[in-house]
């Protein structure tokens, strides 16, 4: 069996430089996540609120934690004031919570876009069509405490690689549409988030520039 630090290696191998790594630490030990700080990484991320708090609480202070789980709204305001990225916003609704909840604590909180990309209906996300009415609707422009840094996606879970391929090069297609629509002046709005264990590869050949790795780092996750 390989060590936490040598899966890293081998995963870090294929992240050229304009892609980030996030180590997804849900389900994962206090020890296990200490195992990948201690050989360099900053980046973590978490799926569920309680988790995410206890182990911020529990950790060291420079780690980046990122939210990449579905965020309920009453729950925002948990972990706006240290958290580095939320993805995976999938409603208005939320954007609007994330706002209100940032500006009382004076934060301004980086956001991705989720876009549904995959054939299941049990995944969250804007469609494509929904995402184009709201940034027309130019009301993202009102959230001043809220910074849109870009989309994230998941793919279907299928052993179909073609399949995957193409939903990727979808989900990339939709990115650039909307930065040359709508953010073309826009600094921030950098970041596409796709690929996970089993198709990081496909998805840094088809644009992504932030992958989101659980199991090939840690192995097996502990409890879920
Ligand atoms: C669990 C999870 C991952 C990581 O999945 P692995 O297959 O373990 O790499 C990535 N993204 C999201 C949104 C997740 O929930």
């Known amino acids: 069996m390989t060590t936490i630090s040598e899966n890293l290696k081998i995963i870090n191998n294929f992240v ?7 180590a997804v630490s849900k389900a994962q030990s206090l020890d296990t ?5 201690t050989a360099g990484h900053r980046i973590f991320g978490e799926n569920k609120v309680q988790e995410i ?27 706006v004031s240290f958290v580095d990225l939320i993805q995976g916003v999938d409603s208005l609704k939320l954007l609007e919570y994330i706002n209100k909840e940032s500006k009382k604590i004076n934060r301004t909180v ?24 709201l940034l027309k609707s130019g009301v993202i422009n009102s959230l001043e405490n809220i910074t849109i840094c870009g989309l994230m996606g ?6 179909n690689t073609q399949q995957i ?25 950098t970041e596409l988030s796709m690929g996970m264990s089993d198709d990081f590869k496909i998805a840094i050949e088809e644009g992504s520039t932030m992958i989101r790795v659980g199991s090939s780092i840690f192995g097996l996750r502990k409890y879920n």
Not at 110 to 133: N, V, W
Not at 154 to 159: G, L, P, Q, S
Request: aromatic share 14%.
């Open 16 to 22: 050229t430089q304009n892609v980030k790594l996030v």
């Open 53 to 79: 708090l206890l182990k911020r609480e529990r950790l060291p202070d420079d780690i980046l934690w990122h939210f990449i789980g579905h965020l309920q709204t009453n729950k925002v305001k948990q972990i």
């Open 165 to 189: 391929r193409k939903e990727f090069k979808n989900l990339k297609r939709i990115f650039d549409s909307a930065k040359n629509n709508y953010f073309f002046d826009n600094d921030n709005f």
């Open 154 to 159: 998941m793919a279907t879970f299928t052993d």
């Open 33 to 37: 996540i200490m195992d990948a700080y």
């Open 110 to 133: 980086k956001c991705l876009l989720q876009i549904h990309i995959a054939d299941e209906m049990t995944k969250f996300g804007f469609s494509e069509e929904e995402l184009f009415e």
